[in-house]
């Protein structure tokens, strides 16, 4: 169902928070032996995983079976043309993508 109210970039940012563990929140992760670090957004769906050797601050974004690794900031944008694939009516997320960051429009394209 298209959402005509969806946020813009810098509103999906906001929602971001940091999660220690990501099995306390999705419970189809509960066979994962280990904590999963990660930050979500909007909802426990939409969540970037610190990467393996973090050591960069680099997080890794996974949609299906495509993603990107980069900058937090990188990984939101990415995230963010996926939330708005998802959430907006057709006028609104082109209206929306014009808008948001290259690395949006780049892997989600109009």
């Known amino acids: 169902m298209a959402d ?8 999906f940012q906001a929602t971001g928070r940091k ?12 066979d994962i032996a280990d904590p999963v670090p990660a930050r979500i957004y909007t909802d426990a769906n939409l ?3 610190p990467a393996r050797d973090n050591t960069n601050g680099e ?13 937090l900031e990188e990984c939101e944008a990415y995230l963010y043309g996926y939330y708005l694939h998802e959430v907006a009516g057709d006028d609104v997320r082109d209206e ?5 960051p290259e690395v949006t429009r780049k892997h989600w394209s109009l």
Do not use: C, H, K, W
């Open 19 to 30: 999660v220690d563990d990501l099995r306390q929140i999705r419970p189809d992760m509960d």
């Open 4 to 11: 005509q109210n969806a946020l813009t970039f810098t509103e």
């Open 47 to 49: 969540y970037l995983e």
């Open 59 to 71: 997080y890794i974004a996974e949609v299906g079976n495509s993603g990107v690794q980069g900058s």
């Open 96 to 100: 929306m993508m014009r808008m948001a």
